[in-house]
């Protein structure tokens, strides 16, 4: 006769409740594992992308929290500027800059202490300062990531995509000093101006390249250098002059191109101070200048007595990639990657790179300003800002 089996029912029992349980907790610790991997590479590649992953973790609360959506109601009365921080709209005013979800939500809220306060936003980093004060801070579409006190009050600043940045005050002892910080406030490199006063900044990628405006006057005449530098060395890499023009933006682009737009020409320079390519344009005609991340730049100027705006875009390589025109004088230009945006009262033409019309917005009311937003337009309508 077969012997037979004695069967437990409790550790059967046991063994499916084990089971159950593997299968309960077995998601949440692969999740675990996959953000652990994610914060130990970021550790390797830097704080910047430890702070994108926090956004995005942080962001996955809106998902469940929605906001209103779009149009989204100003408070007109403390309303500065609107800007672009990442994929997310950030609006500045005078007591504080709020970052919006893609449901125009409240994602991130930052106090400020100046009502004259300046956005320079650089991929998912915004760096705020006033040329009233001396305090920079620097922010996340999430998060304060820290504040630093100049020595003296900041009348420019850049941002690079690694989290560096550069500021330029002024002294009793020089017109300008130009300091770049690492992304973790670290003074790595000074360069102390006698003559000129330091009108705009543009570091590269990895912030180890600066490019400067310098403005002067002599004999009654104004005069620009542009500079570049190596944060390595104290001797600048270019140097060059420019009689006779005032020059308000400069580009480090991605490609190691410099490009300055002033108001009677845009230059287009290689890092040792050689001109690649110029376009000129008649005295006080420039109306707008657009530089996106990467460097490509828009500028749009005068024709024909202001019948006509010539717009003209030169790529990060400092090619330029086209030339049109558009009837009378926009009320705004804005630019970022490969997308024109022209308003004109109630209407937004946007453009390819290569200057194809791709689309006709027709709006409510006439648009005062724009921004391109992860290749959205973005426009303020009276109150409102307008999600394209």
Same mark, same amino acid.
């Given at each position: 006769?077969?012997?037979?089996?004695i069967v437990s029912l409790a550790k059967i029992r046991n063994k499916i409740?084990?089971?159950?349980?593997?299968?309960?907790?077995?998601?949440?610790?692969?999740?675990?594992?996959?953000?652990?991997?994610?914060?130990?590479?970021?550790?390797?590649?830097?704080?910047?992308?430890?702070?994108?992953?926090?956004?995005?973790?942080?962001?996955?609360?809106?998902?469940?929290?929605?906001?209103?959506?779009?149009?989204?109601?100003?408070?007109?009365?403390?309303?500065? &500027?609107?800007?672009?921080?990442?994929? /997310?709209? +950030? $609006?500045?005013? *005078?007591?504080?800059? %709020?970052?919006?979800?893609? =449901?125009?939500?409240?994602?991130?809220?930052?106090?400020?202490?100046?009502?004259?306060? &300046?956005?320079?936003?650089?991929?998912? /980093?915004? +760096? $705020?300062?006033? *040329?009233?004060?001396? %305090?920079?801070?620097?922010? =996340?579409?999430?998060?304060?990531?820290?504040?630093?006190?100049?020595?003296?009050?900041?009348?420019?600043?850049?941002?690079?995509?690694?989290?560096?940045?550069?500021?330029?005050?002024?002294?009793?002892?020089?017109?300008?000093?130009?300091?770049?910080?690492?992304?973790?406030?670290?003074?790595?490199?000074?360069?102390?101006?006698?003559?000129?006063?330091?009108?705009?900044?543009?570091?590269?990628?990895?912030?180890?390249?600066?490019?400067?405006?310098?403005?002067?006057?002599?004999?009654?005449?104004?005069?620009?250098?542009?500079?570049?530098?190596?944060?390595?060395?104290?001797?600048?890499?270019?140097?060059?002059?420019?009689?006779?023009?005032?020059?308000?933006?400069?580009?480090?682009?991605?490609?190691?191109?410099?490009?300055?737009?002033?108001?009677?020409?845009?230059?287009?320079?290689?890092?040792?101070?050689?001109?690649?390519?110029?376009?000129?344009?008649?005295?006080?005609?420039?109306?707008?200048?657009?530089?996106?991340?990467?460097?490509?730049?828009?500028?749009?100027?005068?024709?024909?007595?202001?019948?006509?705006?010539?717009?003209?875009?030169?790529?990060?390589?400092?090619?330029?990639?086209?030339?049109?025109?558009?009837?009378?004088?926009?009320?705004?230009?804005?630019?970022?990657?490969?997308?024109?945006?022209?308003?004109?009262?109630?209407?937004?033409?946007?453009?390819?790179?290569?200057?194809?019309?791709?689309?006709?917005?027709?709006?409510?009311?006439?648009?005062?300003?724009?921004?391109?937003?992860?290749?959205?337009?973005?426009?303020?309508?009276?109150?409102?800002?307008?999600?394209?």
């Open positions: 006769m077969a012997e037979k089996k409740t084990l089971k159950k349980v593997f299968r309960i907790i077995r998601i949440p610790v692969v999740v675990l594992a996959v953000v652990a991997a994610l914060f130990l590479s970021a550790r390797l590649l830097g704080n910047v992308a430890v702070s994108n992953i926090t956004d995005g973790i942080r962001e996955i609360k809106t998902v469940f929290s929605r906001g209103e959506g779009y149009p989204y109601q100003l408070d007109t009365f403390n309303y500065r &500027k609107s800007f672009a921080i990442g994929n /997310r709209p +950030l $609006i500045l005013h *005078n007591d504080s800059s %709020k970052v919006l979800s893609s =449901s125009a939500g409240d994602l991130f809220y930052l106090p400020l202490d100046y009502a004259d306060s &300046k956005v320079i936003s650089k991929k998912s /980093r915004a +760096l $705020i300062y006033s *040329n009233s004060a001396n %305090k920079i801070v620097i922010q =996340s579409k999430t998060e304060k990531l820290g504040e630093f006190t100049e020595e003296g009050t900041v009348v420019a600043a850049a941002l690079a995509k690694n989290g560096s940045f550069a500021t330029s005050y002024s002294n009793e002892d020089y017109q300008s000093v130009l300091s770049v910080y690492n992304s973790r406030f670290k003074k790595i490199f000074q360069w102390n101006c006698s003559q000129e006063r330091i009108a705009d900044i543009s570091l590269s990628g990895n912030g180890k390249k600066v490019a400067l405006i310098a403005v002067g006057t002599e004999n009654a005449e104004i005069y620009t250098r542009l500079l570049v530098f190596d944060t390595g060395s104290s001797k600048p890499m270019a140097d060059v002059r420019f009689d006779g023009t005032l020059f308000l933006r400069v580009a480090y682009t991605t490609s190691g191109r410099v490009i300055a737009a002033g108001d009677n020409r845009t230059v287009v320079l290689n890092k040792k101070g050689e001109l690649l390519d110029e376009l000129v344009y008649s005295e006080d005609s420039l109306c707008a200048i657009c530089v996106d991340g990467n460097g490509n730049t828009v500028v749009g100027f005068k024709e024909f007595g202001g019948s006509k705006t010539g717009i003209v875009r030169f790529s990060a390589s400092g090619r330029k990639t086209c030339t049109f025109s558009v009837d009378g004088v926009p009320d705004c230009i804005v630019a970022d990657g490969g997308r024109i945006a022209v308003a004109t009262d109630a209407e937004i033409a946007v453009y390819s790179s290569g200057g194809k019309q791709t689309k006709d917005i027709q709006t409510d009311n006439p648009v005062s300003e724009m921004f391109i937003c992860s290749g959205t337009v973005y426009s303020v309508q009276g109150t409102s800002v307008v999600k394209h």
